[in-house]
């Protein structure tokens, strides 16, 4: 019988897989230019129950920079050390309806609108405990691979050119520590915040770390406890409100999960007591998100009846 779930799961996601893989809609990510040589066909789907199986269609052993699908794991990791309220005294939880490099910032406090936006994930990267910069990095480094259930790594070359291109990163943190909603100093921390996106994952890395949300903050492949249920809830929280940019309150009612782009491709979605769901292909549409993991997590969620706020 444990075989026969396993079948019908896997043969559901290649049916979802070749329906999607001639949509060549969208453009690969050209802000610097080690995302724009990413191949455009590829198309991973990944699925990782709370049992700890994971099923998988497509390009799923494919490493690309985790990008912003890292902002609700960092959250994580600023919430377990400096606790729900100091975090949010610096940064908001409001969605924000702007695009993912808003310069939009709370008039008085220059707190950014929420942890899912690139300022207010700045500030976030800002509040991880660390006795140095490098120290804070290998925290982070740490707990994204606690999530992972595996040893990550950083794409050096694309850490290099988010440094040389990170301008508009830049002049937010310069902005935010003016205002003083940023406290640390700011070259430190984009430093850091640019080795955090560069960090390699692959389709079903994130499907585990996004079933480790799911559940309740223990990774099911390899036992070990991440985090607290409770930080999971507060992080499925913010991705569900604010993941998607300005495309979240669609993405809400159109799928109906907690979830996270980054404009290398990923998309990460939890389903709290099912399942994390890991899915990559490098082509955006305009809010930043995968074309194809957008549509693809979607027919999922619809065909499952996976909506948070679905009660039958
Ligand atoms: N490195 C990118 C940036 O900071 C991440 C943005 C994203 O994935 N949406 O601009």
Redesign the pocket.
């Given at each position: 019988a444990r075989e026969k779930l396993s079948d019908i799961v896997t043969s559901f996601l290649d049916i979802v897989h070749d329906r999607l893989v001639s949509d060549r809609r969208g453009a690969v990510?050209d802000?610097?230019p080690q995302l724009a040589d990413a191949d455009p066909e590829l198309f991973g789907i990944a699925l990782c129950g709370l049992n700890g199986r994971v099923y998988e269609s497509g390009d799923t052993g494919v490493e690309f920079?985790i990008?912003?699908?890292s902002?609700p794991f960092v959250y994580s990791l600023a919430l377990d050390d400096q606790g729900l309220d100091a975090v949010h005294d610096r940064v908001g939880a409001e969605p924000s309806g702007e695009a993912?490099?808003s310069v939009k910032l709370e008039a008085g406090t220059g707190r950014p609108p929420n942890p899912m936006v690139?300022a207010g994930?700045i500030v976030t990267t800002s509040l991880v405990s660390g006795r140095s910069t490098e120290d804070r990095f290998a925290r982070i480094l740490a707990r994204l691979s606690a999530f992972a259930g595996r040893d990550l790594r950083v794409d050096d070359a694309v850490l290099a050119s988010?440094q040389t291109s990170?301008d508009?990163?830049r002049a937010l943190a310069y902005l935010m520590h003016g205002a003083g909603s940023l406290t640390t100093p700011v070259l430190d921390t984009l430093d850091t915040?640019?080795r955090q996106?560069?960090v390699l994952v692959t389709a079903r890395d994130i499907a585990v770390m996004g079933a480790t949300l799911a559940n309740g903050g223990v990774n099911p492949v390899t036992g070990r406890r991440v985090t607290s249920a409770e930080t999971c809830q507060h992080v499925m929280t913010i991705m569900a409100t604010c993941g998607m940019?300005d495309y979240a309150g669609e993405w809400l009612l159109r799928a109906g999960l907690p979830a996270k782009?980054?404009?290398?491709g990923?998309l990460v979605a939890s389903s709290p007591g099912e399942f994390g769901l890991g899915l990559f292909s490098p082509r955006l549409d305009s809010s930043?998100a995968s074309v194809r993991g957008v549509a693809a997590a979607q027919q999922l969620a619809t065909r499952f009846g996976l909506h948070v706020l679905h009660r039958p």
């Open positions: 990510a802000y610097i920079t990008q912003s699908v902002k993912f490099n690139n994930a988010e990170g508009r990163n915040y640019f996106c560069s940019y782009s980054g404009v290398a990923g930043g």
